[in-house]
C-alpha cells in the first residue's frame, strides 16, 4: 500500500505563488507516475500535471508557463509549484500515484489517491 500526504495549501491573492507537497510512505517501491489532479466545486476532476519516472511531464493547457511539477530521485516526493494564481485556480488539489504490480508495467498496476488540500485565490 502507498499512502500520500498533501502539504501547502491555502489562500493567497491573484498572482501570487504557493507550493505543494506530497509526501509518498509505504510500499513507494515501482511509483512510475505521480501527479496532481485538481476539483472546484460543481465541477469533475481534472489533471493539472503528471511526471513519469523517466521525467517526462504533462501539463493542463491551463497552467502551461505558470505551474512546474518535479519530483526527487525515488518519487518519495512530488512539489507543485503555482505562480501566477487567478481566481480560477481554486480548488481542491489532490496528490496522485500509480504504482506496477511487477518491474513489467503490461501486468498492470494500483492507483493512489490523497485527502486533498484546499488551494483558494482571492483578493
Known amino acids: 500500500q502507498v499512502q500520500l500526504v498533501e502539504s501547502g495549501g491555502g489562500l493567497v491573492e491573484p498572482g501570487g505563488s504557493l507550493r505543494l507537497s506530497c509526501a509518498a510512505s509505504?510500499?513507494?517501491?515501482?511509483?512510475?507516475?505521480m501527479g496532481w489532479y485538481r476539483q472546484a466545486p460543481g465541477k469533475e476532476r481534472e489533471l493539472v500535471a503528471s511526471?513519469?519516472?523517466?521525467?517526462?511531464?504533462n501539463y493542463a493547457d491551463s497552467v502551461k508557463g505558470r505551474f512546474t511539477i518535479s519530483r526527487d530521485s525515488v518519487h518519495e516526493t512530488t512539489y507543485l509549484q503555482m505562480n501566477s494564481l487567478k481566481p480560477e485556480d481554486t480548488a481542491v488539489y489532490y496528490c496522485?500515484?500509480?504504482?506496477?504490480?511487477?518491474?513489467?508495467?503490461?501486468?498492470?498496476?494500483?492507483?493512489?489517491w490523497g485527502q486533498g488540500t484546499q488551494v483558494t485565490v482571492s483578493s
Open positions: 511526471i513519469t519516472s523517466g521525467g517526462s511531464t
Open positions: 509505504g510500499s513507494i517501491s515501482r511509483i512510475n507516475r
Open positions: 496522485y500515484a500509480f504504482r506496477t504490480y511487477t518491474a513489467q508495467p503490461a501486468y498492470g498496476g494500483q492507483d493512489y
